[in-house]
Structures are given as structure tokens and as C-alpha cells.
């Protein structure tokens, strides 16, 4: 099995735009949340839908597609703002090695099969080929507080 090159297409810029809108009036999604981070040239916030992976307290951030250009910002920054609805949370993000990747890349195969065509590994795969795909797909562990109330309207 070969994976596919994600590529940003208007279908998927107008999918990204509804899911935003709908998090951004508080329909809850499941595990779902939109990403918010300064761009690492521009300094200009941009903002996309994202999954978490949450476990016993712990929560993941994954790249399904790769180190796209909200992977290569959230490295850069080193922090990211998590929102839904009026609530935003502005956590500190770690990437974690390939070995702790491996069961959280496990895991977001398995809870979120639209991605499974981005990888060369499915979920019945071993630990050991998800450590094989980890550099391919950035996992960061979330640090800090639960959540945070802000208005809406305050920067980043």
C-alpha cells in the first residue's frame, strides 16, 4: 500500500470553512476542535479544524497529512489555541519521538478512518510499522490547563 500526497482542495477548503463555522457556534464535535496559530513568517494567525486524540487526561495533537503548514507553524510557535464555541485554551505543545507516537497514531487510525489513505500502515498494524510512519506523521503531546475562558474577540 502506498499512501496519498494530501493535497488542499477547494472541496476540502469549503469542508474545513463549514467545520470551523459549526465549532465556532458551538456544535459540539466529537473530539474536535479548530487549531489556531501564527504563522511563522507572516505572524498573521490561521486557523483549521483538527482532531484530538484524549486519553485518561492526556491529549494528542496529530497530523494526518503530514508536516502541512499548520504542522511546520505549531513547531515553530510551540504553542497553538484550541477553541470551540466561546471557549479558547492556549496550551503548549511538545512533538513526541517515534516511539510514543506509535499508540497515538494507532488510536487516530483507528477512531478516524477518513485519514487511513494518508498512511502506509492501518490499524491492525504493529506497534513497530506506526514507529516506522511516526516521522511522517508529527504527533505533539498538549500541555497545559483544561480549559480557559476568553472572549472571543482576544488575540492570540
Do not use: C
Request: proline residues 8%.
Amino acid at each position: 500500500m502506498v499512501a496519498q500526497t494530501y493535497r488542499m482542495t477547494l472541496g476540502r477548503r469549503l469542508a474545513n470553512a463549514f467545520v470551523r463555522a459549526m465549532l465556532a457556534v458551538g456544535v459540539p464535535i466529537r473530539d474536535t476542535y479548530v487549531l489556531t496559530v501564527r504563522g511563522r513568517r507572516t505572524g498573521r494567525p490561521h486557523s483549521t479544524p483538527v482532531r484530538l486524540v484524549e486519553e485518561n487526561g492526556q491529549r494528542w495533537l496529530v497530523a494526518p497529512y503530514g508536516p502541512v503548514n499548520w504542522v511546520r507553524n505549531a513547531r515553530a510557535a510551540g504553542q497553538v489555541t484550541l477553541s470551540r464555541g466561546r471557549k479558547l485554551e492556549t496550551v503548549t505543545i511538545e512533538v513526541l519521538g517515534p516511539t510514543e507516537s506509535a499508540p497515538v497514531l494507532k488510536r487516530y487510525l483507528e477512531e478516524v478512518p477518513i485519514v487511513r489513505p494518508f498512511f502506509d500502515v492501518t490499524p491492525d498494524s504493529s506497534l513497530e510499522a506506526f514507529a516506522a510512519e511516526a516521522p511522517r506523521h508529527p504527533v505533539f503531546r498538549i500541555v497545559g490547563p483544561v480549559w480557559e475562558n476568553h472572549s472571543r474577540g482576544a488575540s492570540l
